[in-house]
């Protein structure tokens, strides 16, 4: 059994930073990307960023310039494991649920979710 773990989020006024942080509950050695998924109210979901195990990285073209995903190499490992999101200049378009993924942890194609928590961004 394998879950990811979210920490993070809350409530901030525009222009300020918040970081969301995900992390598997075991050690992984086969996820091909890890990232933030974010629903807005009346809104579809959308991918805010991800990375993979070469540092390559996707952001949504909105938050561009202002988020940035980082893993948490702190075991010195070339596999994910661990990963941050920095969110800076917050705006109120940028409030939502944001839920981490991961995908491939146990199977090529699984995808798995954490917890999903609330980011407010009050203006």
């Known amino acids: 059994q394998v879950q990811l773990v979210e920490s993070g989020g809350g409530l901030v006024q525009a222009g300020g930073s918040l970081g969301l942080s995900c992390a598997a509950s075991?050690?992984?050695?086969?996820?091909?990307?890890m990232g933030w998924y974010r629903q807005a109210p009346g809104r579809q979901q959308e991918l805010v960023a991800h990375?993979?195990?070469?540092?390559?990285?996707?952001?949504?073209?909105?938050v561009k310039g202002r988020f940035t995903i980082s893993r948490d190499n702190a075991k010195n490992s070339p596999f994910l494991q661990s990963v941050h999101l920095q969110m800076n200049s917050l705006k109120s378009e940028d409030t939502g649920v944001y839920s981490c993924?991961?995908?491939?942890?146990?199977?090529?194609?699984?995808?798995?979710w954490g917890q999903g928590t609330q980011v407010t961004v009050s203006s």
């Open positions: 993924y991961a995908s491939g942890v146990l199977a090529p194609d699984d995808i798995y």
């Open positions: 075991r050690d992984i050695f086969s996820i091909k990307d």
């Open positions: 990375i993979k195990p070469d540092d390559s990285t996707y952001y949504l073209d909105s």
